[in-house]
Each structure stands twice: as structure tokens, then as C-alpha cells.
T-cell receptor
Framework: KAGVTQTPRYLIKTRGQQVTLSCSPISGHRSVSWYQQTPGQGLQFLFEYFSETQRNKGNFPGRFSGRQFSNSRSEMNVSTLELGDSALYLC??????????????FGQGTRLTVV | GENVEQHPSTLSVQEGDSAVIKCTYSDSASNYFPWYKQELGKGPQLIIDIRSNVGEKKDQRIAVTLNKTAKHFSLHITETQPEDSAVYFCAARKGGFKTIFGAGTRLFVKA
């Protein structure tokens, strides 16, 4: 069974640009959550999607957005990139919404560098 | 707001010794506590979890204990091996809400 797949693995962008990251969950999983990981802030929750609907949202500015498609694949978008957006972006999939407290499995992440 | 504190931030042990990582959570309604191991260049990997209706859970060399009254939970690794070297994260969640992660513990196992 394939794991969580994130693409691309690495990205370099310039300040002011926008970026779209993709996450394909484990087959059959309908919940996808996104996290930002930085050395100083650890793992910070961005948002969770379940059945194409955003169910939970973290404390990030509106420049960070996401969506989920009918096949459960998810994308997150960051507009007007800032240097501080440089981080490892992780997605995690689970069988149902986080409300049911099922295990979440992470992908390998996308390393975004903003220059 | 919700918070999970994790200690220590760095832990160095000799191969074969035990390692203990402790976490404290703030939201008493939290009812699910997973632990993740993250190796360099990889995403976090779930290694064990515990739900609030259980006080202890064991899986081979790793075990987790939960004290709901004190809002503490701990990860115990026995007979540590060099391949246990990684960053470990605890987390807490209550149904329907976001998962809150601890800041992580970097474990070094010296051969």
C-alpha cells in the first residue's frame, strides 16, 4: 500500500511569488492535514480537510490556503511568499476526520526555500 | 490556548540504556496521544499512541504511559540502539480539533 506522497520534494522560490504544494493521501483515507515545520517553531498545524471541506484551521495568515479534491488529494497554496515561509511542509492523512481520533500518517514533506 | 510541553529537548544515552521523554498537555479534554519519530530528511513516523481510556501501552521496546489527572504522558524506550537516534515528538488531540505537537526531543544513542 503506497504511503502519503508529497510533491515536489524541494522548491526554491523568490519573495513575492506564490507556490502550490500537492499531497496524495493513502488510498482510502479521506482526511488530509497540513503542517509547517521550522527549527524554531516545531510542527505548526495549518489546516485539515475532510471530504473536500476545511474542518479545522490553524493560526496562519490568509496567504496560506488549501483545498481538497473529490479523490481526497489536497493542495496548499502560499501567496506573496516571505522569507519566513521557508520551512518543511508536511501533510498527514488519516482514515476519517481528526474528530474520530484515528492514526495520522505523514508524507516526507516538501522543503520550501524562499530567497 | 492548547499547549504541549516536551522535555528534555536533547537526550543522550549509551546503547542499551533506557530513554524517557515526558510531555504535559494543557487541555484536559484531550483524549488521544500519539508519538512520532522523525529521522533526518523524512516525515514523522507514528511509533505508538495511547487513548485516554488506557493508562499504559507497550510495543516491544517502546511503551507509553498516561496520567490523566496530572495531564502527563511519557515515552519509554528500553535497550536503546543506535537506530533509535532521531527526533521524537509527542502530541495531544481531542476529538474534532487540531493536533498539538510538542517541540520535539533529539535523542542520541551512543554506541
Amino acid at each position: 500500500k503506497a504511503g502519503v506522497t508529497q510533491t515536489p520534494r524541494y522548491l526554491i522560490k523568490t519573495r513575492g511569488q506564490q507556490v502550490t504544494l500537492s499531497c496524495s493521501p493513502i488510498s482510502g483515507h479521506r482526511s488530509v492535514s497540513w503542517y509547517q515545520q521550522t527549527p524554531g517553531q516545531g510542527l505548526q498545524f495549518l489546516f485539515e480537510y475532510f471530504s473536500e471541506t476545511q474542518r479545522n484551521k490553524g493560526n496562519f495568515p490568509g496567504r496560506f490556503s488549501g483545498r481538497q479534491f473529490s479523490n481526497s488529494r489536497s493542495e496548499m497554496n502560499v501567496s506573496t511568499l516571505e522569507l519566513g515561509d521557508s520551512a518543511l511542509y508536511l501533510c498527514a492523512s488519516s482514515l476519517v476526520s481528526q474528530g474520530a481520533n484515528t492514526e495520522a500518517f505523514f508524507g516526507q514533506g516538501t522543503r520550501l526555500t524562499v530567497v | 490556548g492548547e499547549n504541549v510541553e516536551q522535555h528534555p529537548s536533547t537526550l543522550s544515552v549509551q546503547e542499551g540504556d533506557s530513554a524517557v521523554i515526558k510531555c504535559t498537555y494543557s487541555d484536559s479534554a484531550s483524549n488521544y496521544f500519539p508519538w512520532y519519530k522523525q529521522e533526518l530528511g523524512k516525515g514523522p513516523q507514528l511509533i505508538i499512541d495511547i487513548r485516554s481510556n488506557v493508562g499504559e501501552k507497550k510495543d516491544q521496546r517502546i511503551a507509553v504511559t498516561l496520567n490523566k489527572t496530572a495531564k502527563h504522558f511519557s515515552l519509554h524506550i528500553t535497550e536503546t540502539q543506535p537506530e533509535d537516534s532521531a527526533v521524537y515528538f509527542c502530541a495531544a488531540r481531542k476529538g474534532g480539533f487540531k493536533t498539538i505537537f510538542g517541540a520535539g526531543t533529539r535523542l542520541f544513542v551512543k554506541a
